[in-house]
């Protein structure tokens, strides 16, 4: 018999494939590659998500509570909701808060004093909690000062950033706990960190209101000691908080949901992941193990599980708003917040 030829093979097989059975296989195959295509489709909507950008804003770098947005950052934390975070750290809250009007940075976190700024008229609104009771601000003096404790603060002489400003505010809360009044504890504004420091080392001031963070690393080097934090005479009070402009609000409220499930995702690693916590925030903070350490384990409790307010805290902020000067008058509550995100469920 005469062997067939590769051509004819070929011929005889696609003849072959015109068949019942061949026709059958040909709509398994175009099922499959239609199957192909459609997970593809799908996959690209999910990538779309991922190019969701917010730019966020943090007031400062010394401060650890604002960690949460490099963590979650870091740890894929946004990208598992479709965010993809680009972090800007301003220099003051002052700075943060040119940014927000401006346009040019979507969400920002800084202090809950802040908030006046949206009573103010600014494009802003509070979006969610992430820090109770101030415990990451501290009293502090120099290493070799004869102050070893409060008692020991009356009619002394503390260095703040500005007048009005909330450490002031703080001083003043802690000298009316120890019963002498409001200016029980003198004040003098200074600027800026290193100008504290400086007028403390050279005792033109006794001390400063700033910090934990920077106490610690001031004492670490021996120039420094720690009176007291004041976590405890602020009980209620939301000592950070996440603003939006009222735009990404209005127009993009699943997006602002999803940035913050992945802040509150970042909060729960960091509660979870102690050391993991301590070295990312060392590296972005610049600032030594030991302080970090110190920091985590002092400050770790004030982090808001889901952002929620608390209405307590809120009502303290609206009386320190008046009484630094800020507002004339005691703001209406939707004037500074929003509670339409939170309780945050990551």
């Known amino acids: 018999m005469k062997a067939e030829t590769p051509s004819l093979r070929g011929a005889k097989a696609t003849k072959q494939s015109r068949g019942p059975a061949g026709l059958l296989r040909c709509a398994r195959n175009n099922a499959a590659i239609m199957g192909t295509l459609l997970c593809a489709m799908l996959v690209g909507t999910g990538s779309a998500h991922a ?3 917010i730019r966020a804003g943090k007031a400062i770098n010394v ?30 809250g002052a700075k943060l808060e040119q940014g927000l009007i401006a346009g040019s940075l979507d969400i920002g976190i800084d202090g809950g004093t802040s908030l006046a700024f949206a009573a103010k008229g600014s494009p802003v609104i509070g979006i969610a909690a992430v820090a109770g009771a ?16 409060v008692a020991d603060l009356k009619g002394r002489l503390l260095g703040v950033a500005t007048n009005g400003s909330f450490p002031q505010w703080l001083i003043k809360r802690l000298a009316v706990a120890q019963g002498w009044g409001p200016d029980g504890i003198r004040t003098v504004a200074l600027g800026s960190f ?14 400063f209101m700033g910090a934990v963070e920077g106490g610690l690393t001031l004492a670490e080097k ?4 720690i009176i007291t934090t004041m976590g405890s005479y602020v009980p209620h009070f939301h000592n950070h908080v996440l603003m939006a402009r009222k735009e990404l609000v209005a127009d993009h409220p699943d997006t602002v949901k999803r940035f913050l499930q992945g ?4 909060v729960a690693y960091m509660k979870s992941h102690r050391d993991d916590t301590i070295k990312i925030s060392s590296d972005v903070m610049h600032m030594s193990t030991a302080v970090i350490s110190k920091t985590y384990d002092d400050e770790i409790g004030m982090m ?3 952002g929620a307010f608390d209405p307590q805290a809120i009502e303290v902020l609206k009386d320190t708003y008046v009484e630094m000067g800020m507002l004339p008058s005691k703001p209406a509550t939707d004037q500074l917040i929003t509670t339409q995100f939170t309780p945050v469920k990551p």
Do not use: C, Q, R
């Open 263 to 266: 802040f509150f995702a970042a």
């Open 222 to 225: 021996g120039k420094a000691k």
């Open 134 to 149: 101030p415990s990451n601000f501290a009293v502090v003096v120099a290493a070799d000062s004869s102050i070893d404790k």
């Open 194 to 207: 290193e100008a504290s420091a400086s007028a403390m080392e050279t005792h033109e001031t006794d001390g």
């Open 51 to 53: 190019a969701d950008k």
């Open 63 to 92: 401060i650890w509570a604002m960690i949460p947005l490099d963590v979650g950052a870091k740890e894929g934390l946004f990208a598992k909701y479709g965010i993809d975070v680009d972090i800007t750290t301003m220099s003051g």
């Open 304 to 306: 808001s599980d889901d």
